[in-house]
């Protein structure tokens, strides 16, 4: 079994900064994309930013510019720095990943982006 387990959540105020982790446990053979989804309350969870095992990243239009992804292969984590943070930024950010050619989801964690 395979666990996505996030960290780096909670409060700041806008134009502020937040890194959110993810690691993965388990029986794990390879890490194919891996990335970051949100979901804002009433709206349609939404791509973030995803990093491929070869280190290519793919970003939502909201993301752009403000947001970077990287990972940590040797400790199968994908970081996501945020900064510039908006109130539209306000949801609850989900980890993706495709490992072992499975999809898992993490659980999420909270950002509020205060005004």
């Known amino acids: 079994q395979v666990q996505l387990v996030e960290s780096g959540g909670g409060l700041v105020q806008a134009g502020g900064s937040l890194r959110l982790s993810c690691a993965a446990s388990?029986?794990?053979?390879?890490?194919?994309?891996i990335g970051w989804y949100r979901q804002a309350p009433g709206k349609q969870r939404e791509l973030v930013a995803s990093i491929s095992s070869g280190g290519n990243t793919n970003y939502g239009d909201s993301a752009k510019g403000r947001f970077t992804i990287s990972r940590d292969n040797a400790k199968n984590t994908v970081y996501l720095q945020m900064n510039s943070l908006k109130p539209e930024d306000t949801a609850v950010y989900y980890c993706r990943a495709i490992v072992n050619d499975r999809l898992y989801w993490g659980q999420g964690t909270q950002v509020t982006v205060a005004k």
């Open positions: 388990g029986s794990i053979f390879s890490i194919n994309s």
